[in-house]
């Protein structure tokens, strides 16, 4: 493993590197809400079109050890982003042919392959570049970074295609269909040269990454590391509750996402708030996102004073019960855009501070033993398929019900939550409780 001192500061990739990871991510899983509602898709088809294309970061544990057995994982990085490059610039040049939405949905779909393959690979780099006491260093500045990268998409990358569209090609903000082509297709081509510049700039500043101890050698001993992985992760004492723990913690944000967007968006005729595309990006992508960013470290500090077992139902409580702040919008359908963002903000916090708790419960109780990262992705991927189908039927379920009956709805489904954080077991013992206990 290269030392820390055997590499450049951290400073001048860990940060690019993790932006960059975040924007093709939430590009894919959160601002195509926004761009399929723009373009003239329904509540139902937008929400589902975008909960598919998180499909590959939920299979990456199952080709992540494939990876290791072919060149370097900077290869891979400056490899991927290159191609999200190419793929980008492809995306902004169809979007004025006949049928392009299919044409552009093959192209998310390939993007989510090649961004996930560069979560994987960029990850590598940080962990096999880094000693443990430089990666515990950089962790902080690697979560922020991500986030900053979440916090740009959804608010900077949003609000410029709503200034776009209604400042310089002068239309009706609240229109929908191919009006709004002219100006994705610039984010696009603009998200294209930003993904060579990163291609550029890790060229030059990023390590190259070693190889993990116990990496494969052929496509044999790479199955096999999969397959006993994957069978010593049902070997676990409670496995059964700890995935019913990773599918269901947050089964009722996986409801909430994608119909909480498009209600910020939707019509008052359709019980919606009528935001334009750049009040959606202060209101969500900004205040909503340095909330949930504030709750995460007020819930980091929450778990490290009383320890992750008396945290775990309050945490839980933080997750779901906040969650009435959008029936209390959609019954009074405020007009005010501080009202508006205050409903959000709370919202956001509070789950902030509570999704601390899953992740927590991943490292400390799912993911320990042999294959601790195999384990962690696996529980992280149970995650990532709750939101996927949840995400997928929520934008039809809204539909049948309106968005009253449907963040009723949300709030019933926080019961499997509760239950589920009451069950969850606690098999391994850490020093903060055995210190408790004494």
């Not at 029936?327 to 916090?349: M, N």
């Not at 992280?380 to 309106?402: F, H």
């Amino acid at each position: 493993m290269q030392t820390a001192t055997a590499i450049k500061n951290p400073l001048t990739w860990v940060p690019s590197g993790y932006f960059t990871m975040a924007l093709t991510y939430n590009l894919l899983t959160a601002a195509t809400v926004i761009l399929f509602n723009n373009l003239g898709m329904d509540n139902g088809q937008a929400a589902a079109y975008a909960s598919m294309l998180g499909i590959a970061y939920t299979v990456k544990p199952l080709f992540a050890a494939f990876l290791e057995m072919y060149k370097s994982k900077k290869f891979f990085v400056l490899a991927t982003q290159i191609i999200q490059g190419f793929g980008y610039l492809a995306i902004a040049g169809i979007m004025h042919l006949p049928n392009y939405v299919t044409l552009m949905m093959g192209l998310f779909w390939i993007l989510s392959f090649i961004g996930s393959t560069q979560d994987i690979t960029s990850d590598g780099v940080y962990v096999t570049s880094l000693d443990p006491k430089t990666q515990a260093k950089y962790c902080g500045v690697q979560s922020f970074s991500w986030n900053l990268g979440k916090l740009f998409m959804m608010s900077a990358v949003v609000a410029s295609t709503g200034y776009l569209h209604e400042h310089v090609f002068k239309h009706d903000p609240h229109a929908t269909g191919s009006v709004w082509v002219d100006s994705w297709q610039i984010i696009f081509a603009a998200l294209g040269g930003f993904m060579f510049v990163a291609a550029a700039w890790h060229w030059k500043f990023m390590p190259q990454g070693s190889r993990a101890d116990h990496a494969p050698n052929n496509t044999r001993e790479a199955m096999g590391t999969l397959v006993e992985a994957f069978v010593s992760f049902f070997q676990k004492k409670g496995i059964w509750l700890m995935i019913g723990f990773a599918l269901l913690f947050r089964v009722s944000y996986g409801f909430l996402l994608a119909p909480s967007m498009l209600f910020m968006k939707d019509s008052l005729q359709n019980g919606g708030l009528t935001l334009t595309n750049q009040q959606f990006g202060l209101v969500y992508g900004s205040f909503g996102l340095i909330a949930n960013v504030v709750g995460s470290l007020i819930g980091g500090f929450y778990v490290a004073k009383v320890g992750l077992k008396k945290a775990l139902f309050p945490l839980c409580c933080c997750v779901n019960i906040p969650n009435v702040t959008f029936l209390l919008l959609a019954i009074y359908k405020p007009s005010d855009y501080g009202i508006i963002s205050a409903g959000v903000v709370v919202e956001q916090l509070f789950f902030g501070i509570g999704s601390v708790g899953f992740m927590i419960y991943l490292m400390q109780q799912m993911a320990p033993g042999k294959f601790t990262t195999a384990h962690y992705a696996f529980g992280t991927g149970l995650m990532a398929l709750c939101m996927i189908l949840t995400g997928m039927v929520s934008g039809y379920i809204q539909q049948a019900l309106g968005y009253v009956g449907y963040f009723v709805f949300v709030m019933i489904a926080t019961i499997p939550s509760f239950i589920i954080c009451w069950l969850a077991p606690f098999h391994v013992k850490h020093e903060h409780e055995m210190a408790a206990k004494t």
